[in-house]
Every structure is written in C-alpha cells, then in structure tokens.
C-alpha cells in the first residue's frame, strides 16, 4: 500500500510522523497535501530515510544535488565524495545520474551511503547498457527501457525521473519551428532519437499504466521529467515547451488516481521577466502538483557563475510556486562537477530556497535571519559563524585579514557603524 493509499484508507504509516515533525507540519495538513497531489514525501517502502522531507505547498523549498559518473570519467569513490559534499552543504535530496562505469553498483552504494531522498534516472542506464552490448539506443526495445525503470525502483530509490511526457507530436512541433539548442536534456534527446529512428510513439509514454505499475510496487514517487525543457533564453516558453507540459499533467492525474505520488520538473534557461509565468501555468496545468525545477537560468553567457544565475531564477520561482530546485554548479556547461562544485551548487540554491521561503511567509523562516542580524549588531563572531550558512567558509574568510581589534572587522575598523551604535543608542 502506498503512502496515498495509507493516507486515503486512514492506515497508520510511521513516514507520516516522521516527516511532520521534520518539517514542523501538523500531520493531518501534510496528509491532506498528499492525498491531494499538492505535496510529495519522497521516501520509497523499505527506505530506512534518516533525513525525510515534504515537498509541495506549505513547506519550506527543497534543494536537489545532481552527482554521477560520466562515460569519461569519475567513479565510486568520486561519487560518494561529492554525496557527502551535498549532505554536509545541507541538500535535501540527491539524484544519481550515472551514465558510465558500474552504473548499478554505483547506485546501491550511493543509496546505502544516503541519508537523504536519493533520486535516479532509468533511461541512462538503458542507454549505458545499449553500447554496452554495441547496440545503439534507437535499437532498444519498450521492454529494455520498462526494465531499466524497475531496476532503479528494485533497488531502493525513493523517486525517479522518467521522461514520459515527450511525445511524437511534441518532436514534431521542435523540428518544424526549429530552437537554437533543440533538445537538451539527455533522457529527452535520447527519445527523440528513438521515436524517429523507430517511426513509433514514446514507450514510456504508452505504457505510462505500466511505469506507474513498477512505482507503486515498492512506493517510488514520479519525477516527470521535462523532457523538452528549453536550453537556451530563445526557446523558453515555446509549442514544445508548453505542449510537454500539459501532457505531464495529464499522466500526473493518472498516477495519482493509482495511489502514487508525482513530482512535475521544469525548465531550464528561462528569461527572468518569463519566470513568473511559467510557474503559474505549471500550476493550472498539472492541478498544483510540486515543481520542480532546474535554476532557472536567466542568462546564457556566464559558464563558471552558473551556480549564481540559478540561484538568481531560482529565488524568483520559488517565490512564485516552485517547490524543489535542482542545484546548478559552477561546472555547468563546461565540464563534470567536482566535490567542491558540488558544494558551491548547494549553498547558492538554498540561499536562493530560503530567500523565497521568507517572502512566501514560511513560519520560522526569518528567525534564522533574525539571530544572525542580532549577533551582528553583538559582534559576537562565534554565533554568526555557528548561524552562517557555510560556517566554515565564513570563518576562513574572516581569518584572511585580522583586524587590529578584534571586535571589528576589517573593512571600517575603528570606523565602525555598529561599535559607535553602542555609544549612540
């Protein structure tokens, strides 16, 4: 029985409990969201989850830390470096997205390392797999990719990404307008590509009845995942876009009429003026299901800041109805992330999640901010580095250049306004 079905039946599940109280959430609002599709625990049957969260309405923003290997590059003990990196930076979930090495390995060990929700994505492995066998993917078959679907779901994950809203008809709309990146998301490329090289509609699109099956068997939730999310300011908001969308809250309604929970992800590069939008109509589209979004980016032309430019989308679309953003590291664009990468990524989006959780009102939410403005005014430099939210870059920072009196630091000196406020107040 999955948590809906619990919730629905008024069946006790322990995960309600759990994550009420680490969300400071009264138990009855948090199942009452998630009976109506407006928030999802992530949290998969047999999951021993030391760190669950609620996502959706009412909560605070959630952050996601990409990792995984590349058909280049890294492996295990990389991968488990960069877990701990996003877990000790603060993410709230990560999501394995190996394409290379021991891709089924990696992941059990990642998922036995994990204290938070641990996300994946089927398709990479199908396609790992395909060249593996010296097949290209466009030769797999519905089977091959249903079964890549309920490899990750046996092996413990808590939600998955699958690309079922891309549809012929939404290719089509791609190659008959054209976009200056085309199709940048790698499940959704590969679809693509097989839906054209096989003259045939998206299985997993058709057989969406099948992969809600495989989820509900051991409570994994649906990541949807925007398969044509726009990779560049100039395909933000087109037919493609906007067509993928409504149909992911067509198969969202399904899911959860069978009792599992569904996440709906978004773009991708959109222009800040553009955001506002695009939050709202995800919302009407897919009956205020939790989005989930990648930044946004609002600007193409800044590799190695991108961790700034989505954090700078990211607290605009938090602010009007994203729910869960997906970290965005200085690598983007340029190369596989690292551990440190890994760790600016997360800082920058839960700065821009709890900037947006202060305007949206979330109780408790300025408190934090508050503390930190007192032990400022205090000068006492120990709570400020206790509440900061990289602790340990703060103090390093401070350290590079003492002040001659240590109450100070030293951009004023003895110039400084808050010491004279002693004096003045």
């Known amino acids: 029985m999955t948590l ?120 990479y492995e199908a396609a790992f797999m395909a060249a593996s066998r010296g097949e290209p993917f466009r030769r797999m078959t519905e089977h091959d990719m249903l079964e890549a679907v309920r490899l990750h779901v046996e092996d413990g994950v808590d939600f998955v990404t699958v690309h079922c809203g891309i549809t012929r008809e939404a290719v089509d709309f791609v190659r008959a307008h054209g976009r200056v990146c085309g199709i940048t998301s790698r499940g959704g490329s590969l679809l693509a590509r097989w839906m054209v090289a096989n003259n045939r509609e998206n299985p997993l699109y058709t057989h969406f009845d099948d992969v809600v099956d495989i989820c509900k068997s051991r409570d994994v939730a649906l990541s949807l995942g925007d398969a044509l999310r726009p ?80 954090a700078i989308g990211g607290t605009l679309a938090a602010t009007c109805g994203a729910d869960f953003l997906c970290y965005v590291t200085p690598a983007e664009h340029l190369r596989l992330p690292n551990a440190d990468d890994v760790r600016q990524g997360v800082i920058a989006s839960r700065i821009a999640a709890h900037a947006a959780d202060i305007a949206n009102g979330i109780p408790g939410a300025r408190d934090w901010d508050d503390a930190m403005s007192r032990a400022r005014k205090a000068r006492d430099w120990g709570t400020q580095f206790a509440l900061a939210i990289d602790p340990e870059f703060a103090r390093t920072s401070r350290g590079l250049a003492q002040p001659k009196n240590e109450s100070v630091c030293s951009m004023c000196g003895e110039f400084c306004a808050l010491r004279d406020e002693d004096e003045l107040l």
């Open 4 to 123: 809906v079905e619990s919730f629905r039946n008024g069946t006790p599940d322990v995960r309600l409990g759990k994550t009420a109280a680490a969300e400071n959430i009264p138990a009855d609002t948090l199942k009452d969201g998630v009976i109506g599709g407006t928030v999802v625990i992530p949290w998969a049957a047999g999951h021993d989850l030391a760190k669950p969260i609620a996502v959706g309405t009412g909560c605070r923003v959630k952050v996601n830390a990409n990792i995984g290997t590349s058909p280049d590059t890294s492996g295990l003990d990389e991968e488990l470096a960069k877990l701990s990196a996003a877990v000790s930076a603060g993410a709230d979930a990560v999501m394995d997205l190996s394409i290379g090495g021991g891709i089924r390995s990696i992941r059990r060990k990642i998922r036995e390392a994990c204290p938070v929700s641990l996300g994946s994505v089927p398709m």
């Open 231 to 310: 990779g560049a300011l100039a395909d933000s908001g087109d037919r493609a876009q906007i067509h993928e969308l409504y149909t992911l809250g067509d198969l969202a309604r399904r899911a959860r009429a069978r009792g599992v929970q569904v996440f709906i992800e978004g773009p991708g590069h959109v222009p800040f003026n553009q955001i506002a939008a695009q939050m709202k109509l995800e919302k009407i589209a897919c009956d205020n299901a939790p989005f989930y979004v990648l930044g946004p980016l609002v600007t193409d032309i800044a590799p190695g800041y991108d961790h700034i430019v989505g």
